[in-house]
């Protein structure tokens, strides 16, 4: 669960679900109610709530209070058997991806179905060497068989039996992006028709049976609906596949596991010249100029618009302390939104740690509403920061007790030292006065 107190497990042997206590280190509830295999579980991340729900193929869906009232629960009836659940994160809307293709959104409070979004036609779909139908006939057994929401749960990543991730706007249900993963031909399934160089005199060469010389010999031919095959096959080519997907907590990158491997897709804003409500007059020399006359909230604007983030950079680390307040102050929402995205990310690799902190003190206490990855990143940094430091310290702490301990040591011995030299100079002075 969010707190870390719990863990629950389903399976497609039996079809309970068990849940164990990660301090006690036993078993606590077993949930009983589901007719067919548990498929998928997910609890509530809202930190207050003990909230389960499962996911199963007897085509329901089941909200579980797990912790406070046991084997209670609230069962929501679903079109096809599900393959997977997903909690939004701030935890009152539940998605639920099923074998029709479909991906369905229900309030949590009311069991209400608020959205729906059909994806089977976005899955896309290929055609195995040992596939008997076409393409389009096999995409019609297609499905989702992982979910996520973003940081901000305006957006469902969703991943499954094809070569394509997509992103669906929850609001509007409809498909923001669709990314292929792979070119990868070496993988199955990767185009719509079978390879003409594997089409032989007899039909396509996957579907030939090859046999040992003796009679009932092994045969190479893959059985329908297997999946994985002999993997120790030279020839083998696994389907491709993506196995799970999942969001940053800062909305920035979002992971899929797929069968090319773990993929890292993350938002480059660097790379591409993105100016915002941008006007002619608006370069990188009449931003200097700016600079050069100490008129920083000008400039401050001018560069946000420019969205360059080199000159960003130049106009923040150039901006006295005094001024800092002033700039914020003048900026609208819309612009503050972007300055506080800039400083989340720039902190992270920044020499001036303090410097950024201010600024980002200041925007956020005079614009508070601020979108949550944009605080999870300032978070994140602000907490990598915060490591860094630490480790630096408790390295140097005894390099600085042992200087802190030098001084004195030296001052002391430069003290002695100088008293023995008047004191020899005064044995000279009396010796001479003697002779």
């Known amino acids: 669960d969010y707190v870390g107190e719990f863990v629950a497990a ?38 207050t709530s003990t909230a389960l729900a499962s996911a199963s193929w007897d085509k329901t869906l089941r909200l579980w209070n797990a912790v406070e009232s046991g084997s209670h629960y609230e069962s929501i009836q679903l079109n096809s058997d599900a393959t997977c659940v997903a909690y939004k994160p701030d935890g009152r809307q539940v998605a639920v991806a099923t074998l029709d293709g479909r991906i369905s959104m229900f309030d949590v409070q009311t069991s209400d179905q608020i959205g729906s979004i059909e994806g089977r036609d976005d899955l896309g779909s290929g055609r195995a060497d040992t596939d008997l139908i076409t393409a389009k006939k096999t995409l019609a057994g297609k499905a989702f068989t992982s979910i ?10 969703a991943g499954g039996q094809s070569k394509n991730v997509c992103i669906y706007y929850v609001t509007e249900a409809i498909l923001v992006k669709k990314i292929e993963i792979t070119q990868n ?21 996957g579907l030939v049976e090859e046999r040992e010389e003796l009679e009932g010999g092994n045969v190479a031919v893959r059985l329908p609906g297997v999946r994985k095959g002999d993997m120790a096959a030279r020839a083998l080519k696994p389907e491709v596949r993506v196995y799970c997907v999942r ?9 899929a596991v797929t069968t ?18 941008w006007t002619m007059d608006i370069t990188p020399a009449s931003i200097l100029a700016q600079l050069k006359e100490q008129e920083y909230a000008a400039a401050l604007l001018m560069s946000l618009k420019l969205n360059e983030q080199k000159i960003i950079q130049q106009v923040v680390e150039s901006t006295p302390r005094a001024s800092i307040e002033l700039c914020v102050t003048s900026l609208l929402p819309v612009y503050a939104d972007k300055l506080v995205l800039y400083l989340a990310t ?18 956020v206490t005079r614009h508070s509403m601020q979108p949550t990855p944009t605080l999870l990143l300032i978070h994140k940094n602000l907490s990598a920061k915060y490591n860094q430091l630490g480790r630096i310290c408790d390295f140097n702490k005894y390099s600085i007790q042992f200087l802190k301990r030098l001084g004195p040591l030296r001052a002391r011995h430069q003290k002695e030292t100088a008293t023995e030299q ?9 010796q001479m006065e003697t002779e």
Request: include cysteine; proline fraction near 4%.
């Open 185 to 205: 031909h070496s993988f199955d399934a990767m185009e719509d028709t079978i390879d003409r160089r594997r089409m032989t005199e007899f039909g396509n060469a």
């Open 247 to 255: 969001f940053s907590p800062t909305g920035q990158a979002w992971a």
């Open 422 to 430: 008047e004191e020899n100079e005064s044995d000279e002075e009396l």
């Open 148 to 157: 996520c929401y973003s940081a901000d749960g305006l957006y469902i990543l």
């Open 10 to 47: 389903g399976g497609q042997d039996v079809f309970d679900i068990y849940l164990w206590s990660m301090k006690l280190g036993r078993l606590v509830e077993v949930l009983s109610g589901h007719e067919g295999p548990v498929v998928s579980l997910a609890f509530n991340p809202s930190a």
């Open 346 to 363: 720039a902190l992270e690799s920044t020499q001036h740690v303090q410097f950024y902190a201010e600024w980002l003190q200041a925007v």
């Open 260 to 277: 090319e491997g773990l993929l890292v897709y993350s938002l480059d804003p660097g790379l591409v010249f993105d100016p915002f409500h």
